[in-house]
């Protein structure tokens, strides 16, 4: 039992300091690379048990009747319909072109409109943060947005203004940059330590107990 | 030796001085627990997971779609630890936690997360579809997420890991539904609009911070107390690099 538990944290481990040891002496770069190819291969057939636990979820909806199953059935005849055209799609180019067009007529469409209810849901969630968290941050972060929108769209009768556009140039280019990089150098370090954590076996996604 | 080559070597240095101190720190840490300042989001998450045990509802995890294979799969991977954390705080709880993810290999490690924290716990009820792939792109995740915010009694949502834009929508369903957010992202974007929408967002290397917060265990504690000496370094390398060039002006000024 407990060599269940160890086997996994020192095969990741092993091969965590490998593929470090690749990035770094060039002896070890050919079998970083063969790692990477590995991982990238595993990660294929994880999208196939990914896409089976989907079906599972919904075929379990369905079954037990659940609030919005029939949006499951939709999802899982989409499913299959899309997974054999793309199987026949292979061999037949008159097809390939059907599975494309599925795409570009469906999927496309329906991700462009979530993409114009996200204009709405950001604009209700900005008004509403004024309400929920009344402070100095706030006021600036909804400030600095309309400042820079007003900079960026032309406005009626007067087109480019250009006070407003050489402002939302300064504000990205200096207080807006300056504070992506300070945000950016604390993930890259999170992502450092994160990183030794899981090289230590002390975070282990794979099971076993954390440290 | 080339820039590349120093570059390479200055970098292995850092981790190598990193992985010391962390050691280091994480074996003093055993004795004496470090106090960090305070984050209001996690004193709040924490009463969030009171109630989720004590009402009997249901924790939602969102680990969005940090692929494993790409530099994005740190924050994936806290967001591991969170719900590996969260998953022990609520197996006193009717329900086990929900995760849910854009990326396929993220849900296996999310199941394979939920069931190491079952075995851990009294019940040891582990629920395969506890752990889900909800879409393979970044709205089909979204709109396939929503659903479970939604209809599956969560009253606490943890969104957590590599997200764009479309963190509002996950948001913005989670508020409609009256329920506790707190959500963190490494992308500068998803951190804009989740600091409009969220409850309780997290800024910047936060979303690392919490397996510290939330007593993950000591190597979690030395991590943030490294990132910390790392950041004053970096400060006093960009103030000397900034000192160092004043003077090279002063000089060629003089000179002239």
Redesign the interface.
């Known amino acids: 039992m407990k060599f269940k538990g160890v086997f996994p944290t020192v095969i990741a481990i092993a091969f965590g300091f490998l593929v470090l040891a690749g990035y770094i002496f060039p002896l070890f770069g050919q079998f970083y690379l063969f790692i990477l190819n590995i991982a990238v291969i595993l990660t294929g057939f994880a999208v196939l048990v990914g896409v089976s636990n989907l079906l599972i979820v919904h075929s379990g909806k369905i079954r037990h009747k659940q609030k919005g199953a029939i949006y499951s059935v939709i999802l899982i005849i989409s499913l299959l319909v899309t997974f054999l055209l793309g199987l026949v799609a292979h061999f037949s180019t008159s097809v390939s072109g059907l599975f494309n067009e599925a795409f570009l007529s469906i999927q496309l469409p329906i991700e462009t409109s979530l993409m114009a209810v996200l204009v709405v849901t950001l604009t209700y969630a900005s008004i509403r943060l004024l309400r929920q968290r009344r402070n100095l941050l706030s006021v600036i972060f909804l400030v600095t947005a309309f400042l820079i929108m007003v900079g960026t769209a032309p406005w009626p009768f007067l087109g480019d203004v250009p006070v407003l556009s050489a402002l939302r140039v300064w504000i990205a280019q200096i207080p807006a940059s300056a504070g992506a990089r300070g945000i950016l150098l604390g993930v890259g370090l999170g992502t450092l330590t994160t990183g030794l954590r899981i090289l230590f076996g002390a975070d282990r996604p794979y099971g076993g107990k954390h440290g | 030796m080339t820039n590349a080559t120093l570059l390479?070597?200055l970098?292995?240095v850092?981790?190598l001085f990193?992985?010391a101190l962390?050691?280091g720190l994480?074996a003093l840490r055993r004795k004496s627990p470090p106090a960090f300042r305070e984050i209001p989001a996690f004193s709040r998450l924490r009463q969030a997971i009171g109630r989720v045990v004590e009402n009997g509802t249901r924790l939602h995890v969102s680990l969005g779609r940090g692929?494993?294979?790409t530099?994005q799969s740190?924050?994936a991977?806290?967001g591991?630890?969170l719900l590996?954390?969260l998953a022990e705080l609520t197996s006193a709880g009717d329900q086990p936690p929900v995760a849910t993810s854009g990326?396929?290999?993220l849900?296996?490690?999310s199941?394979?997360?939920l069931?190491?924290a079952s075995q851990?716990s009294a019940q040891g009820v582990y629920d395969?579809?506890a752990?889900?792939?909800?879409g393979?792109?970044?709205?089909?995740y979204?709109?396939?997420a929503i659903?479970v915010i939604r209809?599956e009694n969560i009253s606490t949502n943890v969104l957590m890991g590599n997200f764009g834009?479309?963190a509002?929508?996950l948001?913005?369903a989670a508020?409609r539904d009256n329920t506790f957010t707190l959500a963190a992202s490494?992308n500068?974007t998803a951190?804009a609009?989740l600091?409009?929408?969220a409850?309780e967002p997290l800024?910047?290397?936060e979303?690392?911070?919490a397996?510290a917060y939330l007593d993950?265990?000591?190597?979690?504690t030395a991590?943030?107390t490294?990132?910390d000496v790392?950041?004053w370094l970096?400060i006093i390398a960009i103030l000397a690099g900034a000192l160092l060039q004043l003077v090279q002006l002063l000089l060629s000024a003089g000179a002239q």
């Open positions: 390479e070597l970098g292995f850092i981790i990193s992985a962390m050691a994480a692929a494993l294979v530099a740190a924050s991977m806290s591991l630890t590996r954390r990326d396929a290999a849900a296996i490690l199941q394979d997360t069931q190491t851990a395969p579809t752990g889900r792939l909800t393979l792109t970044p709205f089909s979204a709109a396939g659903p209809d834009v479309e509002a929508l948001a913005e508020e490494d500068l951190q609009v600091y409009a929408s409850q800024i910047g290397e979303l690392y911070a397996g993950a265990g000591p190597t979690h991590s943030l490294v990132q790392l950041r970096i």
